[in-house]
């Protein structure tokens, strides 16, 4: 099976702008989460998409929001973008039986606010 | 509220000596713990995960990891290291009771092993 994919790897904006990231889960997972990786803070979860509803919430503010399509291919888009929002920005996917649980990561988008 | 401390930033090793990067965890219920490698400029790469059973957990690459529920800890282990082993190590946690099904998970800040040739 295909891993994870992210799409773009790298991308450069400027302060203000908006950014708009992808992310494909491996065929058959329904389950997409979205990380956010920073020197500073760590890797810190944003939210959580399950068959197109957000299940869960990260301590982000409003500015980043995601959505989850039909096929379970997920977006993130961050408005508004601020110096502190560059990152590797991360995608994992689960599979849908709740006894395997395992998070499986693509290999991110790094993010760099000019 | 759940959390995980990684106590050490940095761990070095020789080659061919055991190595331990050390995880402990703090939930309310009982945990399901796991752990991930990073490379440089890639994403995370599953381990080894603990849900239930027995304590001695067996992963990729010749890791494993102890699950110590008095400890609360659950660190990572390989009887001989390999210089290709050097790299980012992160533990994380999930409490099961207060996520529900939601599969977000907690964190450590990460220990960056290196292997010593």
């Known amino acids: 099976k295909a891993g994870v994919t992210q799409t773009p790897r790298y991308l450069i904006k400027t302060r203000g702008q908006q950014v708009t990231l992808s992310c494909s889960p491996i065929?058959?997972?329904?389950?997409v989460s979205w990380y956010q990786q920073t020197p500073g803070q760590g890797l810190q979860f944003l939210f959580e998409y399950f068959s197109e509803t957000q299940r869960n919430k990260g301590n982000f503010p409003g500015r980043f929001s995601g959505r989850q399509f039909s096929n379970s291919r997920s977006e993130m888009n961050v408005s508004t973008l601020e110096l502190g929002d560059s990152a590797l920005y991360l995608c994992?996917?689960?599979?849908?039986?709740?006894?395997?649980?395992?998070?499986?990561f693509g290999p991110g988008t790094r993010l760099t606010v000019l | 509220a759940q959390s995980v401390a990684q106590p050490e930033d940095q761990v070095n090793v020789a080659e061919g000596n055991p190595l331990t990067v050390k995880c402990t965890y703090s939930v309310s219920g009982n945990p399901y713990l796991f752990w991930y490698v990073q490379y440089p400029n890639r994403g995370l790469q599953f381990l080894l995960k603990y849900i239930t059973g027995d304590n001695l957990v067996k992963g990729s690459y010749g890791f494993e990891a102890e699950f110590n529920k008095s400890q609360t800890s659950f660190h990572l282990k390989k009887p001989s290291a390999l210089v290709s082993d050097s790299a980012l190590y992160f533990c994380?946690?999930?409490?099961?009771?207060?996520?529900?099904?939601?599969?977000?998970?907690?964190f450590g800040s990460g220990t960056q092993l290196t292997v010593l040739p």
């Open positions: 065929s058959g997972h329904r389950s």
């Open positions: 994992a996917s689960s599979p849908p039986d709740g006894r395997e649980d395992t998070q499986y």
């Open positions: 994380a946690v999930r409490d099961p009771i207060s996520s529900g099904s939601a599969r977000q998970l907690t």
